[in-house]
């Protein structure tokens, strides 16, 4: 397996987030901040990004805010 590249910046990898405040998995590139909500959608029209959805749900925007877990492998 290798890591999962972000199909939009193809900068960084796609790293597996879990937000406490709302108890959601994400998925993110650091790099572009390209935000998604299921991995069978990473790379669709169907993802956000990180500053919209943290402020859409009214949580600061830091990255304390999320647990690191894993990149996420193809």
């Not at 790293?15 to 069978?40: A, G, H, Q």
């Not at 500053?51 to 949580?59: A, K, N």
Request: hydrophobic share 30%; aromatic share 18%; net charge negative.
């Amino acid at each position: 397996m290798k890591p999962k590249i972000c199909p939009f910046c193809e900068q960084d990898y796609i790293y597996r987030y879990f937000i406490n405040e709302t108890k959601e998995e994400v998925f993110l590139c650091p790099e572009c901040d390209s935000l998604w909500f299921d991995k069978k959608d990473i790379g669709s029209p169907k993802g956000s990004n990180y500053e919209d959805t943290f402020t859409e749900r009214g949580i600061a925007l830091t990255w304390s805010s999320e647990l690191y877990q894993h990149v996420l492998y193809e």
